[in-house]
């Protein structure tokens, strides 16, 4: 690998992937990860603008540790386009084989590219979805976890005639800062008895 991402370069990937590796995407024509992009007929990757594939452009586990905790991250090495790299995202060291797996697929596409093979899966939609669902099976684990981890809240119902006690304390109010004792449209039998 003939990349080395900097703390700065780390620090805006991790602000941009709040979560672990998103998923493998596939058209009829490209294959796909995060905004990255591999034609299945041609030599030609893309994050935005085109791009012929190098001799060594490939994609890369790249270990490394942020505020003490260690990841890997799946970073595209363009073999010295530009962009230089592209980091699709991260997994913690302790579930690498997702990230492991996609690289490996990926790089076995990217050598059929140069190899001039098109992609046995061209035209037809669905590896990707079963390639997901066997690589990432922990992430409804995650979430279901991720929803428990919020308590909801426990929001009660206002109590019967909360409308007309609210009333009655705003003319309190109004009549303590006007300087009366009277409490405002008291029947006047009440008054009376005061």
């Known amino acids: ?11 805006i990937e991790m602000d941009r992937y709040r979560q672990p590796l998103g998923t ?4 009829p024509h490209e294959w796909g990860l995060g905004v990255w992009t591999l034609s299945k007929f041609t030599t030609t990757w893309r994050i935005g603008w085109g791009h012929e594939l190098r001799e060594t452009a ?18 595209f090495d363009s073999g010295g386009d530009d962009p230089e790299w592209y980091m699709a995202g991260w997994e913690r060291d302790y579930n690498t084989v997702p990230a492991e797996r996609v690289v490996a697929f990926l790089n076995a596409e990217i050598a059929d590219r140069r ?5 046995k899966y061209n035209g037809r939609i669905g590896l990707a979805e079963d390639r997901r669902k066997e690589m990432y099976d ?13 308590k909801p809240l426990d929001l ?36 009376k008895q005061r």
Do not use: C
């Open 138 to 150: 922990y992430e409804d684990e995650v979430e279901s976890r991720r929803a428990n981890s919020f």
């Open 156 to 191: 009660d119902p206002l109590p019967e005639g909360w409308e007309k006690e609210r009333e009655e304390t705003i003319r309190r109010q109004e009549a303590k800062a006007s300087g009366s004792n009277r409490t405002p449209d008291l029947p006047a039998d009440v008054e």
């Open 24 to 27: 493998l995407r596939e058209t």
């Open 1 to 11: 690998m003939t990349i080395k991402l900097t703390p700065n370069d780390l620090k």
């Open 115 to 119: 190899a001039g093979i098109v992609s």
């Open 58 to 75: 490939m994609w890369v586990t790249y270990p490394f540790t942020w505020f003490g905790a260690k990841f890997v991250g799946v970073v």
